[in-house]
């Protein structure tokens, strides 16, 4: 089974409106991490923005913020007012256990932001 | 710090050659990843270290993959024989043992002809 799960492989969304990539994940571990990564055209690997399974808040950074349903086992992205800047690939990873172990990643979502 | 240094940064080799792959992790980081990815297969992750010892290699795809870490501040990644299907963009991250995020080099992007 797959422990990361993004359904959308593409997403378009207009510049300086929100939009919100799915992620899913599936762990029996009670303490985990979960991020996102972000890939532009460049290649390089961003990191983004993480949230902790024992956290109770949701963690946000500048415009990013994670949704993160822990009974759903989600952890979706949140970008509020897109960018042009903002199309590139975007990965969930998580980090499973206490140690914090192997990092793994889904198929990521291509967001494409137009004028 | 200079962040994770992969080299090179491009590799265009032939079919049969050995393939050498480096990463100089970040100062202090306990955990090194090496990550291969395709569009096929996605971000993949290959083996990795804790403290220079590998602590899990059952992503390296046969036996023509091998990976070190002599010390804390450099890992090798070599494929010998090298064939076509090797040809990826590969990744090495690290990670401080108390901190969960993981840092990317560059990757190397290598064409197997």
């Known amino acids: 089974a797959q422990k990361i799960t993004q359904t959308q492989p593409g997403m378009f969304v207009q510049e300086k409106e929100a939009v919100t990539l799915d992620c899913t994940y599936d762990t029996s571990d009670q303490s985990y991490g979960l991020f996102w990564y972000k890939q532009p055209s460049s290649g390089e690997m961003i990191f983004l ?3 902790g399974s024992y956290d109770e808040q949701n963690a946000t950074e500048g415009r990013y913020s994670l949704n993160f349903q822990k009974a759903r086992k989600s952890a979706n992205l949140v970008i509020s007012a897109s960018q042009l800047g903002d199309s590139a690939m975007y990965f969930c990873a998580m980090r499973e256990g206490i140690r914090y172990s192997t990092l793994t990643f889904g198929k990521g979502t291509m967001l494409l932001v137009s004028p | 710090d200079a962040g994770v240094i992969q080299s090179p940064r491009h590799e265009v080799t032939e079919m049969g050659q050995e393939v050498t792959l480096r990463c100089k992790p970040i100062s202090g980081h306990d955990y090194l990843f090496w990550y291969r990815q395709t ?6 992750l290959l083996i990795y270290f804790n403290n220079n010892v590998p602590i899990d290699d059952s992503g ?3 036996d023509r993959f091998s990976a070190k870490m002599p010390n804390a501040s450099f890992s090798t990644l070599k494929i010998q024989p090298s064939e076509p299907r090797d040809s990826a963009v590969y990744f090495c991250a690290s990670s401080p ?4 995020e993981a840092f990317f080099g560059q990757g190397t992007r290598l064409t197997v002809v």
């Open chain 2, 97 to 100: 043992d108390r901190d969960p």
């Open chain 1, 49 to 51: 923005i993480y949230q």
């Open chain 2, 60 to 62: 390296m795809p046969e």
């Open chain 2, 39 to 44: 569009m096929m297969r996605g971000l993949e």
